[in-house]
């Protein structure tokens, strides 16, 4: 019996030290957070995509709160969010234009042509890394849906061997862009509709042989921009969406119909008064 008793002391004295013990390194080590940093942070939508640059949003909050980082440097926030995080920091916060995923491709099951029925693992990645080659072009989407499994909110799915992106669902995080080995999937400002959807690289004859909906570089879309906002830069077109005024002469006149107002399925168009979008 007293075998049990002293054990039993010995252990309470030992936790009684191990206690203060850990109060005392507790209170040596302590770092006294900003009180900022915690506002910031609950403002902060919470995705911990690290699409702005950082860890998540936590290290987010930290680098605003040093001045690391913008007040609207959240990627994935809106306008209020910014202005909320301006009201923690007494800053005026930008007007912010929220990104979204736009797919450089139109090169479809129509546009292209099967080199190979491929059956191997459903990752874009494992094929591009591989060297595997079953689409008749090189630069097109090979549609198996490495941007659909990162994508947080569900907003891409794959539609005739091409990605697409629901801009209703898109947050602009950015995971799908870096998850494309071929580059294919670039954000733009959500209030911008004109759109240069090919990344081929190619002489127009070459780009014909491959697809039927691919930018053959005939230049027509700079000539005939008033404000000199498309630019052809290894055979394919570019917009700067900065000096655009979207006044859709080039989206009209491309031949290869490659320039254009950004479209979707009509399931992801937006649905009539009253109704909700799913």
């Known amino acids: 019996m007293s075998a049990i008793l002293i054990t039993t002391l010995v252990i309470t004295v030992i936790g009684i030290v191990v206690g203060f013990g850990l109060v005392a390194t507790g209170k ?3 770092v006294e957070v900003d009180e900022r940093e915690t506002a910031v942070r609950a403002a902060l939508p919470g995705n911990n995509c690290g699409a702005c640059g950082f860890a998540g949003c936590d290290a987010m909050a930290a680098a605003i709160v040093k001045g690391e980082a913008p007040v609207n440097g959240c990627p994935v926030g809106n306008e209020p969010v910014a202005n909320e995080i301006g009201k923690i920091m007494g800053v005026q916060a930008d007007e912010v234009i929220r990104g979204v995923a736009l797919v450089r ?3 479809t099951c129509q546009a292209t042509s099967n080199q190979a029925n491929y059956v191997g693992v459903g990752d874009c ?3 591009q890394f591989n060297g595997i ?21 569900q907003a891409i799915s794959i539609r005739d061997g091409v990605a697409v992106v629901d801009p209703f669902r898109c947050v602009g ?4 862009a870096k998850a494309c080995p071929r ?3 670039e954000l733009v400002p959500e209030n911008r509709h004109i759109a240069v959807q090919c990344r081929n690289e190619d002489k127009g004859p070459l780009v014909r042989k491959v697809c039927s909906a691919g930018c053959i570089g005939c230049m027509l879309c700079t000539k005939l921009c008033p404000t000199g906002a498309i630019t052809v830069t290894n055979n394919v077109a570019h917009i700067d969406y900065e000096q655009c005024v979207e006044c859709g002469k080039c989206a009209e006149k491309c031949p290869a119909k490659v320039i254009t107002l950004r ?6 168009k937006p649905k009539a008064e009253g109704e909700s979008h799913e």
């Open 28 to 30: 040596k080590f302590y």
């Open 263 to 268: 479209t979707l399925p009509d399931d992801l």
């Open 133 to 153: 080659r079953f689409t008749s072009c090189d630069y097109g989407c090979l549609g198996l849906g490495s941007c659909v499994k990162v994508c947080p909110e």
């Open 125 to 127: 990645r494992n094929a």
């Open 105 to 107: 491709c139109k090169g």
């Open 173 to 176: 995080c950015g995971l799908c």
């Open 183 to 185: 580059g294919l999937i």
